[in-house]
């Protein structure tokens, strides 16, 4: 009747990066297409160079030196993982830029991560990128249709 016992409030993702959204089981490593991290979706992105955008405001809790993932935590606890690429974490580095956030430091959705050189590093790798779900807390998230986003379009439903 006041909203005492309302549903837990629904979290809002972002796309990462502009580009094609698709079923992260279509992708080619085997740990993210069966889900042994978490549910989530995948992006081919568009661009020689690429920026990644935090997906979600919170705590981010991992930010590795290499450059080819990060993790928030939004303030309901939900936990999503960024990873640019397969086997990217062998580039040690090379063709990705941290910008302007460090590991411990909150980020608001939108918040510009890294940039990484998806020419170089499509020679060597696939440089699709996964929005992963580590830990729902609980939270039920809804993704949009499979389509083409511009980054920092909203992804998900409710």
Do not use: W
């Amino acid at each position: 009747m006041f909203g005492l016992f309302s549903k837990k409030e629904q979290e809002t993702l972002c796309a990462p990066v502009t580009g094609e959204m698709i079923d992260i089981a279509g992708v080619s490593d085997v740990t993210f297409a069966n889900r042994l991290l978490g549910d989530g979706v995948a992006f081919r992105a568009e661009g020689d160079v690429v920026t990644v955008y935090a997906p979600v405001s919170g705590k981010l809790e991992s930010l590795f030196p290499t450059g080819h993932a990060f993790g928030i935590e939004a303030a309901n606890g939900l936990q999503i993982l960024v990873h640019i690429g397969i086997n990217t974490v062998e580039a040690n580095g090379d063709g990705f830029r941290v910008l302007s956030h460090s590991q411990g430091e909150k980020v608001k959705a939108g918040d510009a991560l890294i940039e990484y050189d998806a020419k170089k590093l499509s020679e060597k790798y696939d440089t699709t990128v996964m929005l992963v779900i580590t830990d729902d807390n609980g939270h039920e998230l809804k993704f949009k249709e499979y389509s083409r986003y511009e980054a920092r379009d909203v992804i998900t439903e409710g």
